[in-house]
């Protein structure tokens, strides 16, 4: 056993993703491999049927309460294939015009399915109604609500609610006696009697619809995490847009704690740089790049710890007795505060301290984290599934994350998360891609959870790192990486 530290179960079950994260990301991560829209909602809507005839037969009299985005499309969908599929009488209500969809996928499925009305036309088995209000809305055996789905938006941290709208037919249909049915996230105040989902459980007792999403799109990180990170808040100041304390450097390397530095202050309000006073004149001399970066004294590393939202601790950090002494203080003073522990300062941190961290080993800085074992060292057929549980053992022991970096990242979370990092090339083998890395992780935490932060941010630093092999060959350095960073991250937010 290496960790002897109470563990913090709510901090652990905050790593976990919300089902409409879960959800973003899988769909994201299928189109970035190749999957279409479309093909995932005409796969859903087959679903869909199959499970609404399966339950409730051909004979019901159905009612499909859409929206004008993705689960409205599942339901334009689904009613399509209940018709084919001979369903009697189904009714499909459109909350919004069609003129409005701005879907491409969502508009598809509305033309197919007013092309099919026309066909239907002298058995009336479908009804298409657009432009509806809760009066437009009569009896049915059988609702299917299909409204917003993870669509639906908080404010200001409150919980989801919904427009007048909405809510007015959910009040409505829940007072009727035909059996209601949630299609993939349920609207709040929707009491429903049976649910269906697509890819994956959204709620407890779904029944699963497959809708042919790759394994690659959850097995391996891409564009759908970084879609889900939050994004800064409208009427926010600087110190509520992330705060990172960079703790580094030594007289022999001072690039590496501004390199972490540099990535950082491309994403969070403030950026605190300790160091030797050597680096700290550095930092403060830099006459472009590095103008967000406060540069910390001894004396005032207390205060501006206390700040700080994440710590970065390691980017060129020297082992010795005095950097041990200050790693043990912050890891003992700030148990709870998140943090990204780097090269060096991993064979510093006392094992027992370690929560609420993330860990960027590459595969011969194991050995800080399991001195006493010697599988690291060898090849991968013969060391690999040794590393891997040994690593999933001590992220459930110690609640946190590690990143073991190379040319396929492994990454491994607290609850037995588990994914694999593609992007990169072997032009990132220099030194200072691992801490821009650290910085990236570090700043995507201050407002993200570990697990997420540390996924979004290798698939970010690695795919930064194709951008500049397409641009310069293998010839690039680390801080070539860093504005291709702010590049991915737009690209990957407007997918």
Known sequence: MWITAKLDLKYILSVMLTPQQKSIISDTNALYLGVSVSTLTENAGKGIAKKIVEKYGKDKDIGILCGLGGNG??????ARHMVENGVKNVTVYLFGRSTDIKSKSTLQQWEKLKSLEKLQKDVRALVVKQDCFADSVENHDVFLECLVGMGIKSKDGNKPRLTKRFADVIKKIVRMDGKKVAVDFPVPGYNWDYSISMAYPKTSGAVVVDIGLPKEADLYTGPGEVKVLENPKKETHKTQNGKVLIIGGSDTYHGAPIMASMSASKLVGMVYFYSTLENRELVSNLKKGLLEVISVSDSELEKYADYA???????????????????RFLLEKYPEKKKVIDAGAIAMSPKSLL?????????GELRYLFPDENSFLRNAKTGGEAVEGKIRRFTKESGSCVVLKGHVSLLFGPNGEFKMNKTGNPGMAKGGSGDVLSGLIGALATKNEPWL???AGAFING????LCYKEFGY?????????KIQQVIKWAKEM
Do not use: K, Q, Y
Not at 309 to 327: K, M, S, T, Y
Not at 463 to 466: E, Q, R, V
Not at 475 to 483: G, K, Q, R, V
């Open 463 to 466: 795919m930064a790192g194709d």
């Open 309 to 327: 939202d994440v710590f970065v601790i390691g980017p060129g950090l020297e082992d010795n007795l005095v950097n041990r002494a200050l790693v």
């Open 453 to 455: 932060s540390m996924c």
């Open 355 to 363: 929560r609420n961290a993330i860990l960027t080993p590459h595969r």
């Open 475 to 483: 010839n690039f350095s680390a801080t070539d990486l860093i504005p």
């Open 73 to 78: 499309a599942d339901g334009l969908c689904s």
